[in-house]
T-cell receptor, first 106, second 121 residues
Framework: DIQLTQSPSFLSASVGDRVTITCRAS??????LAWYQQRPGKAPKLLIY???TLQSGVPSRFSGSGSGTEFTLTISSLQPEDFATYYC????????FGPGTKVDIK | EVQLVESGGGLVKPGGSLRLSCAAS????????MNWVRQAPGKGLEWVSS??????????ADSVKGRFTISRDNAKNSLSLQMNSPRGEDTAVYYC?????FGSGTYYDYWGQGTLVTVSS
């Protein structure tokens, strides 16, 4: 099985900050990675797939990069609605989801 | 507009049974792999099961294999999860999610609002 880890597990930031979350795979997964945002009490929402492709309707302040074993999700200027938990997901192996990164208000 | 609406959650006793449903609309249901993903209280996301559009391919997480059964009715645009012999660790919000493909991989592009299952005596 391929395992995903995320760092940090918890991040405290302010509105306007640039935020970067890292997802690492235990083996190379090419570009087979997606990112999700989950606000408290809500369903997850797809942000990015294929490591760097922005899902339709997602603000351009979100971007993804990486391939192989290391990937990043960047929020260029954190907005109040971005305080949430972010999960990475590998697309063709199980278990698919990383453990999550909670972004909280500083 | 793609919509996924789960139903059927509630309180169930350990060893009992419960059937979850997901009503889909806004897309050609039979063209898509459908999935169940769950989230225990305060925990992360856990994939549970997947079923291809033609029902040729069905997969389960080891944690539910032999106890849960996924099925779909393409004529009714409906996805189901039959939960038999549930355990306390099955307590979670269960989400229905549509699968989209990138190469040989699947990601989840639309999600329902979730239905809460509580397993307790």
């Amino acid at each position: 099985d391929i395992q995903l880890t995320q760092s940090p597990s918890f991040l405290s930031a302010s509105v306007g900050d640039r935020v970067t979350i890292t997802c690492r795979a235990s083996q190379g997964i090419s570009s087979y990675l997606a990112w999700y945002q989950q606000r408290p009490g809500k369903a997850p929402k797809l942000l990015i797939y294929a490591a760097s492709t922005l899902q339709s309707g997602v603000p351009s302040r979100f971007s993804g990069s990486g391939s192989g074993t290391e990937f990043t999700l960047t929020i260029s200027s954190l907005q109040p609605e971005d305080f949430a938990t972010y999960y990475c997901q590998q697309l063709n192996s199980y278990p698919p989801f990383g453990p999550g990164t909670k972004v909280d208000i500083k | 507009e793609v919509q996924l609406v789960e139903s059927g959650g509630g309180l169930v006793k350990p060893g009992g049974s419960l059937r979850l449903s997901c009503a889909a609309s806004g897309f050609t249901f039979s063209d898509y792999t459908m999935n169940w993903v769950r989230q225990a209280p305060g925990k992360g996301l856990e994939w549970v099961s997947s079923i291809s559009g033609s029902t040729n391919y069905i997969h389960y997480a080891d944690s539910v294999k032999g106890r849960f059964t996924i099925s779909r009715d393409n004529a009714k645009n409906s996805l189901s999860l039959q939960m038999n012999s549930p355990r306390g660790e099955d307590t979670a919000v269960y989400y229905c999610a549509r699968g989209a493909h990138f190469g040989s991989g699947t990601y989840y592009d639309y999600w329902g609002q979730g239905t809460l299952v509580t397993v307790s005596s």
